[in-house]
């Protein structure tokens, strides 16, 4: 099992939707979550983060964690042509303290 | 201000050459970090210093050795690389925090071609 799985993409929505990004975790005792946007040939950019269970919004976007579940999302409400990217879940604490490990990425495609 | 950056932007090298990447941040930040990038796949840790000190090594060939001259500054010498080694290297810094790792700030990244 992967440690850091996240929705195999890609993920095609209408300019305008909502775009659902999930990223479940298998350490438990992970306790900071991160969702980074990178754009092609771009260097990761860091767009939410999020340590605690719920819900925590910023602008356009809204990232939800269960621990119970080991889960955590992204959503981006109204999206636009410029959200297209790969979205990068990362997940820091408990075994791997000290560093981030990184989901494969979901590719997001904002069609006009 | 949240900038790390990064030079070069772009470098090529032949596999005989020995050539340096610098890294910079001036947010006192007290955790620096070289990742390692090909291409449709994540960040791939390569380092950590912690406070100036090597915290982590992540089983990297001798053929990349890091620096970290001061608080600010990071390097990530390069020697004897491999064609397989040519990839975007990026350099991250985060502040002091107790969450294992607190947010993480990335440069733009060099685009490292080996000949």
């Known amino acids: 099992q992967k440690e850091v799985e996240q929705n195999s993409g890609p993920l095609s929505v209408p300019e305008g939707a909502i775009a659902s990004l999930n990223c479940t975790y298998s350490?438990?005792?992970?306790?900071?979550f991160f969702w980074y946007r990178q754009y092609s040939g771009k260097s990761p950019e860091l767009i939410m983060f999020?340590?605690?269970?719920g819900d925590k919004e910023d602008g356009r976007f809204t990232a939800q964690l269960n621990k119970a579940s080991q889960y955590v999302s992204l959503l981006i409400r109204d999206s636009q042509p410029s959200d297209s990217a790969t979205y990068l879940c990362a997940v820091a604490g408990g075994t791997s303290y000290g560093k981030l490990t990184f989901g494969q990425g979901t590719i997001l495609t904002v069609h006009p | 201000d949240t900038e790390v950056t990064q030079t070069p932007k772009h470098l090529v090298m032949g596999m005989t050459n020995k050539k340096s990447l610098k890294c910079e941040q001036h947010m006192g930040h007290r955790a620096m970090y070289w990742y390692k990038q090909k291409a449709k796949k994540p960040p791939e840790l390569m380092f950590v210093y912690s406070y100036e000190k090597l915290s982590i090594n992540e089983s990297v060939p001798s053929r990349f050795s890091p620096e970290c001259p001061n608080s600010s500054l990071l390097n990530l010498h390069l020697h004897a690389l491999q064609p397989e080694d040519s990839a975007l290297y990026l350099c991250a810094s985060s502040p002091p925090g107790d969450r294992g790792t607190d947010t993480q700030y990335f440069g733009p990244g060099t685009r490292l071609t080996v000949l």
């Open positions: 999020i340590y605690s269970n």
């Open positions: 350490d438990r005792g992970s306790q900071s």
